[in-house]
Structure formats: structure tokens, C-alpha cells
């Protein structure tokens, strides 16, 4: 592999990757549309994960053609959402570890999101992962199209000062996986949120983050 595109750095997606944060969510996202009139399923969420809260939500929304405050909707999730976390968010199992691991290799690691600051910072304070040890954190309010755009990760490897295909994405979302592959980034899935049959788009697929290994990251 050519110096110019050995992988150097490690961008790693929160939600569903790190966390096994999908349950909390969509719980609070369905209690708060609950609060609202609306009873929706867990199902109803699949096709918007990894998108953002605003389209995670409204997408639920025009689906059962409910008029929707954007913003004062995601306000009272994230009211819930908070709620539930200190005490039922957890780190999936090696992730701490994986992470820790790739720095004390000599990677960069920086975190890439669709969620807003205020669900980054509480998700990696409370798994032990805080913002300060990263090396980058872009979210999804410096994002103006969301996965499956490649915005997140190109900006993310702009903070980082490096190119495109100097970086690895770890992603367990279809939307995440071919916003990695447009950002022109090669991406390992973790198959913690979707069956390992529908993450095919990803150069590499392990069943979860604890079976990772550096090997991995720069691939063959």
C-alpha cells in the first residue's frame, strides 16, 4: 500500500458502534410521540438510523402524516432521552478497549455523529470515552446533509489534516457505510445494529466491535 494512502487514523461512528445507544432512542423517541397522540413501532425508525435526529423523527412523522415541530420535538426526546441514559446507557462490549487500543497504536481517532453535541457529550461522558481524549468530534449540527452524504466524514478528516484514504471509518449502519465509501474512506461495520447479510457495501464486516483487531483497520 502507497505511504499516501496508509491508514493513519480511525473515525468511528457513536451511536450503535460505541454505544448501544439504538434502544434508548428510539424509547424516547416513541414516548415522546406518544406524548403527542401518536403510537409508532420500533420498526418505524429503521430506515432513518444513522440519518440524524431531525430526519430519525420526521421521517416517523410524514410517515403517519403527523404535522411535526422539528425542533421542539427533538428538544423533548432528547429531555427523555437524557433521563434514561446515566442509568441504562452502556459501551458495547470492547469498545473501550478498541478505542484505546488504536491510540496507543500511534491512529488518530476521531468521533463522526449525525446527533447533536448535547447526546455526543452526555454519550461519551457517561461510557467513559469523553471528548476531551478524542482527537476530533464532528456533529450533525456542522453537517448540512446527513449519511448517506459524505459531509460527516470528509469534515471530520479535514480536522484532522489528513485525506480521504488515510482514514477508517467503523460504522454499523447501511446509510453510515455508503457515506463512508462516497467520503472515499474505507469502512469496517460492526453488524450490533443490522444482520451482517445487510452490511455487504463495507469492505470488512465483524459481528461486533470486540472482534475487531488493528489488522482490520488498513486491510489487505
Known sequence: MRDSNRVTAVIFDMDGVLTDSEPLICAAATAM???LGLRVQKEDFTPFIGTGENRYLGGVAAKY???FDI???KKRTYEIY???APTQLRAFPGA???VRACRAAGYKTALASSADPIKIEANLEIIGLPPSGWDGITTGEEVELKKPAPDVFLISARKLGL???QCVVI???VNGIQA???AGMRCVAVAQTFPIEQLGQADLVRPGIAQLTLEDLAGP
Open 82 to 84: 437524557l433521563e434514561m
Open 96 to 98: 473501550r478497549d478498541f
Open 65 to 67: 402524516g403527523l404535522p
Open 71 to 73: 425542533p421542539a420535538g
Open 33 to 35: 410521540f406518544r406524548e
Open 180 to 182: 463512508a465509501k462516497a
Open 163 to 165: 485525506p480521504p484514504a
Open 171 to 173: 460504522e454499523d449502519a
